[in-house]
């Protein structure tokens, strides 16, 4: 069993999700059976209480896990499926080994973080590697070298190293090289200092990533090399990149995947990157263009809704269309109307929760359906157009969600019936992969192409089944239902060019080379619309 964990220094936000994602995809074009594990060492159980603005975008998993959104990362680079064990954090730690203890499993013994905290970490990471049968498993520690929260995780590295031999374990540090202005010099003193904090716990790292804007030069691989006991060959510029997927060909190019394939003594195919350079080259040159807004209230955090943006990343190469993303507050459309949608030919309603910013949403609905320009809203955004049809076509002008206004007298989306004695938030919302029955002859059929789908879930409300009916009685087309029939799943509006609803959340199944219909379908018909 082989491991590869990716530590940071200097600053968050350095890109090691994409470096353990171009590591891991790096080795898995060599043939090789490999996994990847998310640490995140806050106190929280997942990640599905946090607001966006504070930790991005909650990603959601087949099996309902609410993760950390590198792991969106790690399932579109390898093409997988990874399960909610995939992300360790401190909350889940703590929580098992503190039950432990009052269920008397330590036999009377002083439980302290060495070594009843670090041995759970470590039985968490093995138990991963073993259930996937991994010939490589790559963990990424979130954070940065120094972190208080940090410590117990690398302590249980830097023992997980011993166990397993040097053979058997390698580090990867990623470090930000800055550019001085004053004097345009790659400073290397940032790096220097942060391998020199993670010597300091015990941890000597095998490989430097250098993140900077530019290729690092000679002479700052070898200033590092040297003063931070590395060969030459295993400092790695991580220069800024057009596209997050040219970046394991970027590290292939300087030798990475041999230097690891050689370091940890393994042996794999020659890596084949034909389709994965395809991709880029027709993300890389267009033959059109399109403008697609996504209207929101985390869009000053684009992480918060990077699932959509990847997603049409991957329309975007599938299609050979540049897809401009321009990002509108719902609150403005509130404040200064919807002139601010004039131009686009593509509008988006991702999912989200709470009143602020939702009339905003609702008036982007109407202004696609009524003017023909091709909508999708998911989740939230599904319900949210629910709601505007049933106010100006239906002409109940007090329906909403009873999640915005309980006593509202046209309660057209209301509460899951699973929900309504539900008191913890965590974990508790219909989660995960779901069956989902397509009408045959509808839009939906003609997009994916099969009567039952599996997709992705996060939510606590659902389309009240007292106003189907009507619903479909003025043209609002419920195609998409649950097993049982009675869950709308997905909208469609006959004669509009397209404007359809997802109660699932699509984004969160797309990969690079398979991008979601939904999406996929957007950007097309957003090309129609365009030049028509």
Known sequence: MKYIIVTGGVISGLGKGITTSSIAKILKSRGLNVTAIKIDPYLNYDAGTMNPYQHGEVFVLDDGGEVDLDLGNYERFLDTNLSFDHNITTGKVYKTVIERERRGEYLGKTVQIIPHITEEIKRRVKKIAVECDADVTIIEIGGTVGDIESMPFLEAMRQLWIEEGTRNVLFVHTTLVPIMDVVGEQKTKPTQHSVKELRSLGIQPDIIIGRAKERLTEETRRKISLFCNVPYEAVISAPDARSIYEVPLIFEEQGLGEYIMGKLQMWGEKPDWKEWKRFLRNLYNPKDEVTIGIVGKYVHLKDSYISHSESLTHASAKLRTKVNVKWIDSEDIEEKGVEILKGLHGILIPGGFGSRGSEGKIMAAQYARENNIPFLGVCFGFQLAVVEFARHVLGYEDANSTELHSSTSAPVIDLLPEQRNVENLGGTMRLGSQKIIIEKG???????????????????????????????????????????????????????????????????????????????????????????
């Open 442 to 532: 509808s839009e939906a059929y003609r997009i994916y192409r099969r009567t039952n789908i599996y997709e992705r879930h996060r939510h606590r409300y659902e389309v009240n089944p007292e106003y189907i009916e009507e619903f479909e009685k003025h043209g609002l087309h419920f195609s998409g239902k649950d097993e049982s029939g009675e869950r709308m799943e997905i909208f469609e509006l006959p004669g509009h060019i397209f404007y359809m609803g997802a109660q699932f959340h699509p984004e969160l199944k797309s990969r690079p080379l398979r991008p979601s219909p939904l999406h996929l379908e957007l950007v097309r018909k957003a090309i129609e619309f365009k030049n028509s």
